[in-house]
């Protein structure tokens, strides 16, 4: 049977992040410039996870897959292809730039990758809010005219977010976050993105950072008006579907369980609020070890041949990220 796979953060300095990760989930991240990114888990040729712990500790998410992709992903996988989704989160210190990812139609031919990409709330200042998606009726020349008069903002949908919304933000949606959030972000494994506009700011090495207007006009959709949250989702719910995953969020009681099976799917499980107590599934019911404490913020890979029972420490939510492996 299958360890649970635990991965080291990768973190990423962004000049729009901060330090929030140190304080909200007890984490000593390196230097002290802003971390925007903490890449939770990831398989690409610039960036991989590496396994913390069993029977795999130290090797690279990729080599696991090489050698272990029936057991981690199941029999039909095919070996030498990526883990299809990257988990990161996200400190949003200050805004981020007004960007879109290409939709799968056009990515190639603009020599990127689609990428859409799910926004769980787990922090906000007061008065925090979100950009996706236009206000409604505004169109391509409307909008291209606000870029050269730098009142954009003026065209894009805003609206105002709390801990336990969640947003599904597909290809080809214009989009941006502003300051004061830190989002569990659940998306395709994909780096491509197109910045619209910067709010005039520098980057970390003082100099504007480069937009991609042309991409970015190609690649939004002009007719996605106001899409709507998820508010505060209930115990249990489904926050997002489509092609690329599914998201469940599950909210548990203290004492209460959660089993996932072995040979049903690999399923990723992001620990949003609370903790949990993972111990194996036996013929007998469950391991007489201690068992692994997940703490909040933590995100781990529960392979397709692992079985396990997840016992909740207090009040705890979790976000269940499955059906990306078919």
């Known amino acids: 049977m299958c ?63 090489a050698a ?33 990812h290409p939709p799968a139609g056009i990515a190639a031919a603009l020599g990127g990758e689609p990428k859409t990409e799910n926004w769980y709330i787990a922090e906000t200042v007061p008065g925090a809010k979100l950009m996706v998606g236009l206000k409604r009726g505004v169109t391509r020349e409307q909008f291209e005219r606000a870029i050269g008069a730098q009142t954009v903002e003026e065209c894009v ?11 599904l933000v597909r290809s080809g949606q214009l989009h941006a976050i502003d300051a004061g959030n830190l989002i569990l972000e659940i998306q395709q494994n994909s780096d491509t993105t197109y910045r619209v506009y910067d709010w005039g700011r520098v980057g970390l090495d003082g100099k504007p ?14 007719q996605d008006f106001e899409p709507v949250p998820l508010r505060g989702a209930a115990s249990a719910a489904v926050l ?3 092609a690329e995953f599914q998201i469940r969020r599950c909210g548990l009681a203290a004492g209460e ?23 194996r599934r036996v013929d007998a019911g469950v ?8 703490g909040r913020g933590e995100n781990v890979l529960v392979p397709y041949a692992g079985g396990f029972t997840f016992f909740a420490e207090g009040p705890t939510v979790v976000l269940l990220t499955e059906n990306f492996a078919d």
């Open 3 to 65: 360890d649970l796979l635990r991965f080291e953060p990768l973190y990423q300095e962004r000049v729009w992040g901060g330090r929030i990760l140190e304080t909200v989930f007890g984490r000593i991240l390196p230097g002290e410039r802003p971390v925007g990114e903490s890449w939770e888990v990831v398989d690409r040729p610039e960036a991989q996870s590496v396994v913390v712990g069993g029977a795999w500790h130290g090797q690279t998410l990729r080599r696991v897959l």
């Open 68 to 100: 272990n992709a029936a057991e981690v992903m199941g029999p039909s996988w095919p070996v030498g292809q990526p883990f299809p989704i990257l988990i990161k989160w996200l400190d949003c210190r200050e805004r981020l730039s007004l960007q879109v």
């Open 157 to 167: 949908h805003r609206f105002g977010v709390a801990p336990g919304d969640s947003i």
């Open 209 to 222: 950072r480069p937009l991609h207007l042309e991409e970015s006009l190609r690649s939004i959709d002009w």
């Open 240 to 242: 997002a579907v489509g």
């Open 257 to 279: 369980r959660m089993e996932i099976l072995a040979g049903e799917q690999p399923r990723l499980l992001s620990v949003v609020s609370g903790a949990l107590l993972a111990k």
């Open 287 to 294: 391991s007489a070890d201690g068992g692994l404490r997940l």
